[in-house]
């Protein structure tokens, strides 16, 4: 691998570590003024709604410029996001500037791959990408609770800027405070990100003619008959898996009486379930038997219904590490499956705008429910059934689906596909 390929590596790290932190520090923040409950699950919107709506853009911005340039551009607007929520503008408001800044770091960070690897080191390239992101969501997540934790919190709190007052009172402020220097070590080795020297014209930059590609994008990977059960899947999978992490906050609330620091620290066993998931299905699962896995989704939405009858902490451990291991098996293949249909159909950067405008379409609805149910007053055990038995009747309804309008056929071009390496 060439000295820049590790050099990204390391700056999505830092980017990703901070947005996981920040999202745990400003639920704390949420919850230290008294907002209502429904707004926790609404940051994870305010962060997904910029993906939706901006999609048919932020392919172009990247591919306007340098993508080592965009990279530390967006990296900039995610610390001013940040940086807002510290100096009292509202934790929703900094989180959907995080989120624009977010969804235009996105496709930079997967092209810049292209122009910097031959093709033989892209799949490489890119499971190091995704490792180094799913690390920095646990990490970043156990770090958010560690950091909102009483003992570092007053230890943080304790500590003094000489000659600076910062205002900074409460936990959740020290908290950010830290994640501030995340974002600036981002900054910092963005900077030294390579030019690639390819050349950055775009073919258009009308906003119309973008939004009506994009739109033919959606369309065509909707009609096909596997990428849209796949499409379909990952949609699925990432609106549950975001709806999860408050899930969990609640449910330990209510069974163990737990507060959000030690909360975190299921929800970063769920996410190295997920991991474990995802390196046995690379291992084991075939792209040509990509489809054969559905039947786990609806099993992972069954699984989640099983939380309401535990007592005992080593028992959700072992639930929650078991839930993410389902649902890292079912999704890594599916997602395989979308990225060859995606590249056949439309090529690869295409294909990752309307991957990451449905994917964040699901999270935006499903995380929305979920605050609506919280809003509404409904329990939180009423809650975990409604959203398993939604997750596992939609994946029913995909598997029905796949069964009635794929055949043989399909599956065939895919053996021919893995049979000669394209």
């Known amino acids: 691998m060439k000295k820049g390929f590790y050099v990204i590596i390391a700056a999505q790290f830092f980017s990703a570590l901070a947005d996981s932190a920040l999202q745990i520090a400003a639920i704390a923040l949420l919850i230290s003024l008294a907002e209502p409950s429904w707004m926790q699950p609404a940051l994870k919107q305010c962060l997904a709604a910029p993906y939706v709506l901006l999609a048919p853009l932020v392919g172009a911005f990247a591919d306007s410029m340098a993508k080592g340039r965009v990279m530390l551009l967006t990296n900039g607007l995610k610390f001013i996001g940040c940086a807002a929520i510290l100096f009292h503008v509202h934790p929703l408001l900094g989180y959907a ?3 624009i800044g977010a969804a235009a770091y996105s496709p930079a960070k ?14 490489i390239a890119n499971g190091w990408i995704e490792g180094a ?35 900074i009172s409460t936990p959740p402020q020290a908290a950010i405070a830290v994640i501030l220097v995340l974002y600036l070590i981002a900054a910092a080795i963005n900077w030294f990100i390579p030019d690639t020297g390819v050349d950055h014209r775009v073919p258009s930059k009308n906003p119309v003619y973008l939004i009506r590609e994009f739109g033919h994008c959606v369309s065509l990977l909707w009609r096909d008959r596997l990428g849209q059960i796949s499409l379909a899947t990952t949609t699925l999978f990432w609106g549950a898996g975001a709806t999860l992490q408050y899930v969990v906050i609640d449910w330990t609330r209510h069974a163990f009486g737990y507060t959000l620091s030690q909360a975190t620290f299921l929800m970063g066993l769920f996410a190295v379930g997920t991991a474990v998931g995802a390196v046995l299905a690379a291992r084991l699962v075939q792209l040509r038997n990509a489809v054969k896995v559905l039947p786990l989704g609806i099993a992972m939405g069954l ?20 839930i993410g291991v389902l649902a890292g098996f079912f999704v890594v293949p599916m997602n395989a499956l979308l990225q060859h249909r995606g590249h056949t159909l439309m090529g690869a950067g295409h294909s990752i705008a309307v991957q990451n405008f449905n994917e964040n379409v699901g999270i935006f609805v499903m995380v929305g429910l979920y605050g609506l149910m919280a809003h509404a007053g409904i329990s939180v055990h009423a809650a975990i059934v409604l959203f398993g038995l939604f997750v596992s009747s939609c994946m029913a309804l995909v598997w029905l689906r796949y069964k009635r309008t794929c055949s043989e056929t399909d599956l065939a071009h895919l053996v021919a596909v893995e049979r000669h390496g394209h």
């Open 303 to 322: 699984a989640v219904l099983s939380v309401i009858f535990i007592r005992h902490v080593p028992m959700a451990v072992v639930a929650v590490i078991g």
């Open 133 to 167: 992101t799913v690390a920095s969501i646990i990490l970043g997540t156990v770090l958010g609770g560690a950091l909102i934790s009483p003992k570092i919190a007053s230890m943080l709190l304790g500590f003094d800027m000489p000659m600076i007052d910062t205002d």
């Open 110 to 123: 997967y092209g810049i791959l292209t122009e910097l690897l031959p093709p033989q080191q892209l799949v």
């Open 97 to 99: 500037i995080v989120g």
